[in-house]
């Protein structure tokens, strides 16, 4: 993103609307000058002008709710940017996640995870359980998942919350472990799953 390409408005300032990078959920809405945007890109902590204080203003700088940079993009017309960030803590001054008063859940982290082993894959399989285990092939993967579902089943069975939901994660993980090295992700099952419910 090239700064000098951005559409700034009359008074230089471009709306900022800010998203988890984790949940994708919306936070908030705020302005930036071109000082508060370079100061972002150099810091990694979002930083706005308030049009009300007619200063520039960090977030988080009071509160220590900061808001950490992961990725900035304008849209097709270079006058609104997205800024995908790590919120430390709620957003809004009120207390709540959002300035919406939404809760910022994870109804997307599974796809954050994937992304997350995606990565794993090409680690080091010294240092990471999930390179190793795709490092092994198919075979072992597909009988990780199959082990999994088994172990998931016995505990479906008796009623210990804990133990039926820590292998219900089990298995998520190794479905998900065996779908990247099958070359797949979950979007291609819910394209699937979308196609039966027609």
Request: proline letters at 2%.
């Amino acid at each position: 993103m090239e700064i000098e390409n951005l559409k700034f408005d009359e008074n230089g300032l471009i709306p900022a609307i800010i998203q988890d990078a984790e949940t994708r959920t919306v936070l908030m809405l705020g302005y930036m000058n071109r000082e508060a945007l370079t100061l972002t890109l150099t810091n990694g902590k979002v930083c706005f002008f308030s049009r009300s204080r007619q200063k520039l203003w960090t977030k988080g700088e009071e509160s220590g709710h900061f808001l950490y940079l992961k990725d900035i993009q304008a849209d097709c017309d270079g006058d609104t940017l997205l800024v995908k960030a790590k919120p430390l803590g709620p957003t809004c001054h009120t207390g709540t996640d959002t300035c919406w008063g939404e809760k910022n859940e994870e109804a997307d982290f599974l796809f954050f995870l994937q992304k997350f082993l995606q990565k794993r894959k090409n680690d080091s399989p010294e240092e990471s359980y999930t390179a190793r285990l795709i490092s092994k092939g198919i075979n072992k993967i597909a009988q990780k998942v199959g082990e999994e579902a088994v172990e998931l089943v016995i505990e479906a069975k008796d009623d210990n919350e804990d133990l039926f939901l820590n292998e219900a994660a089990d298995l998520m993980y190794h479905y998900l472990v065996l779908l990247i090295a099958k070359g797949y992700g979950l979007e291609d099952v819910i394209r699937v799953l979308k196609e039966r419910h027609k």
